[in-house]
């Protein structure tokens, strides 16, 4: 025993000279660290209810529930998550996979309440003493849990694309597909988007299991224009695909092409099984567009014997004639046609209603009757000249295209409009060998145009003129020629209203081109339907007035597609065909 | 009628002997288990190890969890040094799914690991102190390891679960000016450290009470599965640290500690000296480690991530010696099973039981520490 182990001991004693270590109040003196995990905060002005911080949750502590104070709006499913202090375990993983960057954590310690149920509450909409707390945790910018890029799609170069009419999308490879199936956090946002309501989590899915038979079957409950479909729909469903606020938007139209890419169109019969049972009663269609042919499925499905007609020689509608096969070939298109045609539809090609066949004959035999007759009439500019020899209809020059005839546009060209077709029509004439000018009243940013369209028609080099109002066209000196004025515009905006293009009238410009085509809208022709009839169906801005199941106020007759909805476009026709199918069987069988 | 003799070789009808259950409620014992003592007398003739009153049943619950929603459990199976449990589990399941780790996030997870050895040292220390009846040291050890609990809320956004370590990585870089404050608060412990020398390790009646107090045999040491200090402190140079290197501890120096005599004294000195060493693997680390760079590698959607079927062991040096899980899985989102295997199954169990006969009352508690078991990690 050494006399310092019985020594060294009372060093202890120092001690009692020394502040003590505790502090008297350390939750109110001591702030938590600057990123510590504690109290939610949720900014419900960004959060969309996607509900994936519900769906990593280990401890089930989250649920998403409706609140009073949140408006439902586009691309929000109108649900905010509500924490259960008694499960969560503050492991943040809500946070890391938020979708939107809305939840976080404040870096508060304590919270005390009598009431148990209290600490079930919903951050942000719950008031607490934290929610604006600066601190807290939140994700690291450099740590992502989301995938966010997206597979480059291989495309045909722009000079390439102008050598031929040649799809220039190449489609997914299988690698890139499953790569970009995987990045789909099941949300189900771009579910409730999508005017047809289609699966789309199901069959993203189903890509990333490789179950391409599941998938088809999952895309035909919904929508028969599947190889269509995924090539020219506007996508709507992927502006609100919630990996969009950090990254890319899911390739959703790309994936469900990629699917009828897998399936060959013999082998659609086997898969999708569609047993067909007579019930006996018959359904006329006007229209062998999407819409119509979309109804012709679904009724044909429950048993109605379906006659469609269609005053064109194939079916398809604006797709075929309005859809440049660089965007849509025509042999996906019939893929879609001939298996709805196969299930014992009965088309009547270059059967024009009125012409070929009064309406009333059809009203007589039929038990309820479709029209979705599509716009196919040219809005008119409104300007003198415009009846001009040397000024054509862009529906015009890509029905002659898309039928194998030169519209004769000539090697300078000005498009007037900034919608699809007008894109489609100056696209088409670069392809033709024409230099295009789009002369546009509005800026890039208000063009109703897919914003592909755009990028790949700017990408084309077709010249841009923007905020260009044409005032009159006139002859030119050559009889090849025409002229058209135009002036610049002001963009004005009055009391928060969209701005307005206002003419300048000191700033108009000449030019002369070889061809104009007006691309600048469409109308409906209606001509075919008896003065009687056509009183009762009741117009709203040339749109005709339905309900939910495409219904109109005569007793047999369903409207639907361009003519009735008013966003006119393919994947809207086709939803309204599949409602129109349920509203024709509920009144049919009552 | 209960059957003693079935239970105790000892003639527990004699009146001879008395037994005494020492725990779960006591505060000699480290954890929720207990002691099952024969007595006769003061001497223990025979000891049982009785667990269960910490079953959550962690192996279960993890086969019904995503590989992602795990990385929040595994913490929980021991809870004054959750980091290894994070760091086995993200090692085995980059393993399984072939996940590269950045450099800089071997570096950040080594210094966490570090960091927690430490922490969870001083908490034992004290431990050890205080069940000699110096609960001063203690109260000193756990004021230093909540400074450490400072850093880590710092360094991982908690303090006991840090939850910090996930596969592919980890969740954030080191705050700004960290390395100051990991510093300094280093230098209190050194500090600390040579006080606690000088008043427990020093103290004529800690040795008294210490000294002799449940050696491990050499020969003990392989038949009973015994890692850790409480191997090294008889001369085993075992330490999966060098052995098998992992993280980045090839990249750093230090040496095995070992004594030549595993008995409760020594066992506290051998992990003393690894206090001091902890100390200079943070400091080194501090300095070396690379302060840019990705720290958290690129993993497909956890929403629905499979990993490839297969299995794999992945071990480590954790505080009380060896650390091992084995994971399986079978191609789905989740788990097909994974096995934990720690050091206190066979120190708190077999090893305890053989070297608690014959030993004083009044120093089962201070052997129970010095073999720096806990009763979590026994019963995944």
């Given at each position: 025993m050494k006399l310092k182990d019985l020594t060294s001991p009372f060093y202890v004693w120092q001690r009692a000279f020394e502040k003590p270590y505790t502090q008297s109040k350390p939750t109110l003196n001591r702030e938590g660290a600057h990123a510590y995990r504690g109290f939610h905060i949720n900014d419900i002005e960004k959060c969309v209810g996607c509900g994936t911080c519900e769906e990593i949750c280990m401890n089930n502590a989250i649920d998403m529930v409706e609140i009073a104070a949140k408006d439902s709006k586009k691309g929000d499913s109108g649900l905010v998550?509500?924490?259960?202090?008694?499960?969560?375990?503050?492991?943040?993983?809500?946070?890391?996979?938020?979708?939107?960057?809305?939840?976080?954590?404040?870096?508060?310690?304590?919270?005390?309440?009598?009431?148990?149920?209290?600490?079930?509450?919903?951050?942000?909409?719950?008031?607490?003493?934290?929610?604006?707390?600066?601190?807290?945790?939140?994700?690291?910018?450099?740590?992502?849990?989301?995938?966010?890029?997206?597979?480059?799609?291989?495309?045909?170069?722009?000079?390439?694309?102008?050598?031929?009419?040649?799809?220039?999308?190449?489609g997914y490879t299988h690698e890139q597909a499953v790569v970009e199936a995987d990045r789909c956090i099941e949300c189900e946002i771009c579910v409730a988007t999508c005017p047809a309501n289609m699966d789309?989590?199901?069959?993203?899915?189903?890509?990333?299991?490789?179950?391409?038979?599941?998938?088809?079957?999952?895309?035909?409950?919904?929508?028969?224009?599947?190889?269509?479909?995924?090539?020219?729909?506007?996508?709507?469903?992927?502006?609100?695909?919630?990996?969009?606020?950090?990254?890319?938007?899911?390739?959703?139209?790309?994936?469900?092409?990629?699917?009828?890419?897998?399936?060959?169109?013999?082998?659609?019969?086997?898969?999708?099984?569609?047993?067909?049972?007579?019930?006996?009663?018959?359904?006329?269609?006007?229209?062998?567009?999407?819409?119509?042919?979309?109804?012709?499925?679904?009724?044909?499905?429950?048993?109605?014997?379906?006659?469609?007609?269609?005053?064109?020689?194939?079916?398809?509608?604006?797709?075929?004639?309005?859809?440049?096969?660089?965007?849509?070939?025509?042999?996906?298109?019939?893929?879609?046609?001939?298996?709805?045609?196969?299930?014992?539809?009965?088309?009547?090609?270059?059967?024009?209603?009125?012409?070929?066949?009064?309406?009333?004959?059809?009203?007589?035999?039929?038990?309820?009757?479709?029209?979705?007759?599509?716009?196919?009439?040219?809005?008119?500019?409104?300007?003198?000249?415009?009846?001009?020899?040397?000024?054509?209809?862009?529906?015009?020059?890509?029905?002659?295209?898309?039928?194998?005839?030169?519209?004769?546009?000539?090697?300078?060209?000005?498009?007037?409009?900034?919608?699809n077709v007008a894109m489609d029509a100056a696209r088409v004439c670069r392809r033709l060998g024409a230099d295009v000018t789009v002369l546009y009243r509005r800026r890039i940013v208000d063009m109703p145009a897919d914003k592909d369209e755009i990028k790949e028609a700017l990408e084309e080099n077709c010249n841009f003129v923007l905020q260009a109002i044409p005032v009159l066209i006139e002859d030119a000196e050559s009889s090849d020629q025409v002229t058209i004025q135009w002036g610049e515009a002001e963009m004005i905006a009055e009391d928060g209203k969209r701005p307005r293009p206002v003419l300048q009238e000191d700033r108009m410009h000449t030019d002369t081109y070889d061809s104009i085509i007006s691309a600048i809208g469409q109308s409906g022709d209606f001509s075919f339907l008896p003065q009687e009839i056509s009183d009762q169906l009741k117009q709203h801005w040339g749109k005709f007035e339905v309900d939910q199941r495409q219904r109109t106020a005569v007793g047999k007759i369903f409207i639907g597609g361009d003519i009735a909805n008013d966003v006119a476009d393919a994947i809207s026709a086709i939803a309204d065909g599949k409602n129109a199918a349920i509203g024709i069987d509920a009144f049919v069988s009552s | 009628m209960f059957d003693l003799k079935r239970y105790s070789e000892a003639e527990l009808e004699s009146g001879k002997f008395t037994k005494l259950w020492h725990g779960p409620q006591h505060p000699g014992i480290t954890g929720n288990m207990s002691l099952e003592l024969t007595l006769s007398g003061d001497d223990v003739v025979e000891c049982k190890t009785h667990v269960g009153y910490l079953h959550r049943g962690f192996e279960k619950l993890m086969e019904r969890r995503t590989y992602i929603q795990n990385f929040p459990v595994v913490c929980r199976i021991a809870v004054p040094e959750p980091t290894f449990n994070e760091y086995m589990y993200a090692a085995a399941v980059e393993e399984l799914a072939g996940i590269e780790v950045p450099e800089r996030a071997e570096w950040l997870r080594c210094l966490n690991l570090e960091m927690m050895r430490l922490a969870s040292f001083l908490m034992w220390l004290g431990g050890a102190c205080g069940s000699f009846g110096m609960s001063t040291v203690y109260q000193w050890t756990v004021t230093h390891r909540d400074y450490m609990l400072d850093l880590f809320e710092e360094m991982t956004g908690a303090r006991i679960y840090h939850m910090y370590i996930s596969p592919g990585g980890v969740r954030a870089p080191l705050p700004d000016g960290f390395s100051e404050r990991a510093l300094s608060v280093m230098n209190g412990i050194e500090k600390l450290l040579y006080e606690i020398e000088r008043v427990a390790l020093n103290n004529h009646i800690f040795k008294m009470r210490s000294q002799d107090l449940g050696i491990i045999d050499p020969e003990m040491v392989d038949p009973y599965g015994i890692v850790g200090p409480n191997a090294r402190a008889c001369g085993f140079k075992r330490d999966v640290r060098k052995d098998a290197p992992y993280l980045v501890y090839d990249q750093l120096d230090f040496e095995v500690i070992t004594a030549d005599k595993s008995d409760a004294y020594t066992r506290t000195l051998v992990r003393y000296q690894e206090m001091h060493q902890c100390i200079s693997l943070i400091r080194q680390m501090l300095e070396q480690m690379p302060t840019k760079g990705s720290f958290h590698a690129d993993l497909p959607n956890v929403l629905h991530w499979k990993i490839p079927a297969g299995q794999t062991y992945v071990k480590s040096e954790c505080t009380r010696g060896e650390y091992g899980y084995f994971l399986v899985s079978d191609g789905s989102e989740y788990l097909r099973r994974v096995t934990i295997r720690g050091p206190s199954y066979t120190h708190a169990i077999a090893v305890m039981e053989k070297l608690v006969v014959g030993v004083n009352i009044a120093d089962v508690a201070g052997l129970m520490v010095s073999l720096h078991t806990y009763p979590p990690e026994i019963e995944r």
């Open positions: 998550p509500r924490f259960d202090y008694g499960r969560c375990c503050w492991c943040a993983l809500c946070v890391d996979i938020c979708t939107t960057g809305s939840l976080r954590m404040s870096n508060e310690y304590t919270w005390a309440a009598d009431d148990p149920d209290s600490f079930r509450f919903t951050p942000g909409v719950d008031e607490t003493s934290w929610q604006d707390s600066e601190h807290g945790y939140r994700r690291h910018p450099e740590y992502d849990l989301l995938k966010l890029v997206r597979p480059e799609m291989e495309m045909l170069s722009p000079d390439e694309g102008l050598k031929s009419f040649d799809e220039v999308v190449a789309i989590p199901g069959y993203i899915r189903a890509v990333r299991e490789e179950n391409f038979e599941e998938g088809l079957r999952l895309l035909y409950d919904t929508n028969p224009f599947s190889a269509t479909c995924g090539r020219i729909c506007t996508h709507r469903c992927e502006d609100d695909c919630t990996i969009s606020t950090f990254g890319k938007p899911l390739a959703i139209r790309w994936l469900k092409r990629y699917i009828v890419d897998q399936v060959p169109a013999e082998r659609f019969a086997e898969i999708l099984n569609d047993e067909i049972t007579e019930n006996g009663h018959h359904v006329s269609i006007v229209g062998a567009g999407p819409g119509g042919m979309s109804a012709a499925y679904y009724l044909r499905k429950k048993g109605y014997g379906v006659t469609v007609y269609e005053a064109g020689a194939s079916g398809g509608g604006m797709l075929r004639y309005g859809v440049p096969s660089y965007r849509l070939p025509d042999d996906q298109l019939d893929k879609d046609i001939d298996y709805i045609v196969s299930l014992g539809v009965e088309v009547k090609y270059n059967t024009k209603i009125g012409h070929d066949i009064e309406f009333q004959q059809l009203m007589d035999k039929s038990d309820a009757i479709f029209i979705a007759t599509g716009m196919d009439q040219p809005s008119s500019m409104r300007i003198k000249g415009e009846d001009h020899p040397r000024v054509l209809s862009g529906l015009t020059v890509l029905n002659d295209v898309a039928s194998h005839k030169d519209p004769g546009v000539g090697k300078n060209v000005a498009v007037i409009g900034g919608g | -």
